[in-house]
């Protein structure tokens, strides 16, 4: 079921963003404003709830999945982790580019097999070539 409200809240957005689009795309002399801070706000509001959706929705999938799966006793459970992980510090650094994540990458380092270690060292790299 919350999947279904984020696709829907992602709908709403998307039409609101067209909506605004439209209004913005008209001569000032035609433009409503007061449409277009409606617009705005409600945008800069389904935005909101989506980000603290998403990252709901992240957390409880590390929670539930990642902190129990990256011991795994196959390597390849493991690595698969690792490198998600390191796609999640990648493409949402503001939520999992944190020590509470970051210790992970570091303990696999450790880890007793080549795949594993080689996983969390490329998970680093693609932090670091990050541009800021």
């Avoid at 209004?23 to 980000?51: C, I, M, N, P, T």
């Amino acid at each position: 079921s919350s999947g279904i409200n984020a696709e829907y809240g992602q709908m709403d957005l998307e039409n609101t963003e067209r909506q605004l689009e439209t209004e913005l795309k008209k001569g000032q002399a035609k433009r409503a404003f007061a449409k277009v801070e409606r617009l705005q706000s409600k945008q800069r509001e389904l935005r909101s709830h989506l980000d603290g959706f998403l990252t709901d929705f992240m957390s409880q999938i590390f929670s539930g999945l990642f902190v129990h799966r990256y011991r795994d006793c196959r390597a390849e459970i493991r690595s698969i982790c690792i490198q998600e992980l390191g796609h999640w510090m990648k493409h949402l650094p503001s939520h999992f580019l944190k020590d509470q994540y970051l210790k992970y990458v570091g303990w696999t380092l450790h880890d007793r097999h080549a795949e594993v270690r080689l996983k969390s060292v490329l998970a680093l790299q693609g932090l670091y070539m990050i541009e800021d």
